[in-house]
């Protein structure tokens, strides 16, 4: 039996054109054009809008390249001699990420539970608490830290409330998510002795869900670690102010000690984190 033939055409042809298909019995058949051009049409005049409302000009860049160059070389040599005083403000991000990542997660568990579909059945305030979730989690760190020193002054207490609600958000979401994956029949058995909601998820469900929520935990941290470096730039204390204060003086070189720090700090906190998820997983 005689197979269709596909004629060959170029690849311009293939994308700007229909490919046409001959049949056994000597018919020609078209396929439907290429939406392609149509879409790099669209993005293209997407790409103009944007840079038109951003103020993006490709003549500044050019001209104003020299200036990166500059920069880059002094914070790509860091001042060594300057990381006594990055090590206090430095003690004080950790702290911040630390309190911050537990009282989160220490307050997402409860609530993640009850925002879960298969645990919760009661439809309005399965809604109440996943709205909550979502608007707590649709805002950064930094605009908590900015609320909080207005509300608590200024220092590391400000910036830690930020890093725990921000943890809240990420936390909740990503472990109800988890929860909902979980095999139900321990749960569903131990309400059917007479246990009730939070019992039957201590036993049956808490096993299961675990290492998925210590893994989220260790996530959340090394995230925190890096966003509280900037929580200072609103007067939340840690690494944020000092990058602030040496970018006005412009003492790239000090500001390369810094990031210098975090990266190594971030590095290690990476792979202690590794070293525990191998274990708990």
């Given amino acids: 039996m005689a197979k269709n033939k596909v004629e060959k055409v170029p690849l311009f042809d293939r994308i700007f054109k229909p490919e046409v298909i001959t049949l056994e019995n000597?018919?020609?058949?078209?396929?439907?054009?290429s939406r392609v051009p149509l879409i790099l049409a669209i993005l293209f005049v997407a790409i103009l809008i944007a840079?038109?409302?951003?103020?993006?000009d490709f003549n500044i860049l050019f001209n104003r390249i020299n200036q990166l160059t500059v920069i880059l070389g002094k914070i790509f040599n860091p001042n060594w001699s300057f990381f006594p005083k990055v090590l206090p403000p430095l003690i004080g991000t950790i702290k911040m990420s630390i309190v911050g990542t537990v009282v989160g997660c220490v307050v997402?568990?409860?609530?993640?539970?009850?925002a879960s579909s298969n645990i919760n059945k009661n439809k309005p305030t399965l809604l109440i608490i996943r709205f909550i979730i979502s608007v707590v989690r649709s805002l950064p760190a930094i605009v908590y830290a900015y609320?909080?020193?207005l509300v608590f002054g200024l220092g590391t207490f400000a910036g830690s409330l930020a890093i725990a609600f921000f943890t809240f958000g990420i936390v909740a979401k990503m472990l109800y998510e988890n929860i909902e994956t979980i095999d139900m029949g321990p749960y569903e058995a131990m309400t059917s002795f007479g246990a009730n909601?939070?019992?039957?998820?201590?036993t049956a469900?808490?096993?299961?869900?675990?290492p998925q929520f210590f893994d989220?935990?260790?996530?959340?941290?090394?995230?925190?670690?890096?966003?509280?470096?900037i929580l200072g730039y609103v007067g939340a204390g840690g690494l944020g102010l000092l990058i602030n204060e040496r970018v006005g003086l412009r003492q790239y070189n000090d500001v390369g000690m810094i990031l210098l720090t975090i990266f190594v700090v971030v590095m290690t906190i990476d792979?202690?984190?590794?070293?525990?998820?191998?274990?708990?997983i």
């Avoid at 840079?51 to 993006?56: I, N, V």
């Fill in 205 to 210: 469900c808490l096993p299961q869900i675990l």
């Fill in 26 to 33: 000597g018919h020609s058949v078209a396929r439907p054009k």
């Fill in 108 to 114: 997402a568990l409860p609530v993640s539970i009850f």
């Fill in 216 to 229: 989220n935990c260790l996530y959340c941290f090394e995230l925190n670690v890096r966003n509280s470096s």
């Fill in 147 to 149: 609320f909080f020193v």
């Fill in 197 to 202: 909601t939070l019992e039957s998820f201590w």
């Fill in 271 to 280: 792979l202690v984190n590794d070293y525990i998820r191998s274990k708990i």
């Fill in 51 to 56: 840079a038109r409302a951003t103020g993006f």
